[in-house]
């Protein structure tokens, strides 16, 4: 099975069904949601590449033009973060670590001139 048919399959596994659910009565729930379609693609992504043999990735290498250290953050009400991000080994982050980052965000693009 390729990884995008795993990937389509993990997807599909973990999306909820239709229909609302009910809150539990008991303790104060502030806040009840499923989690975002972009986060569950994250985690599905995630979930399959820990799946692949160990050093079968090795090879790939992430282009520098797939990151920059400035980065706008949107999220599904409109507002926007703009944030300047330098990792601890001296690069900066992809757009995937970006949103990994940010729970919610539906989208980051990377700030031109800043990476």
């Not at 239709?18 to 809150?23: E, I, L, M, Q, W």
């Amino acid at each position: 099975m390729s990884y995008l048919d795993r990937l389509k399959r993990k997807i599909s596994e973990d999306a909820p069904e239709a229909g609302a659910t009910k809150a539990t009565k008991g303790a104060f729930v502030p806040f009840v949601a499923t989690p975002s379609a972009p986060l569950r693609q994250i985690h599905a992504v995630n979930d399959v590449l820990a799946e692949l043999p160990r050093g079968s990735l090795a090879g790939v290498k992430v282009s520098p033009a797939n990151t920059a250290r400035g980065w706008l953050v949107r999220y599904p009400d409109g507002g926007i973060i703009e944030t300047y991000v330098h990792l601890a080994d001296g690069t900066y982050p992809t757009r995937g670590e970006v949103l990994r980052d940010y729970p919610g965000a539906i989208d980051a693009e990377p700030i031109p001139g800043s990476g």
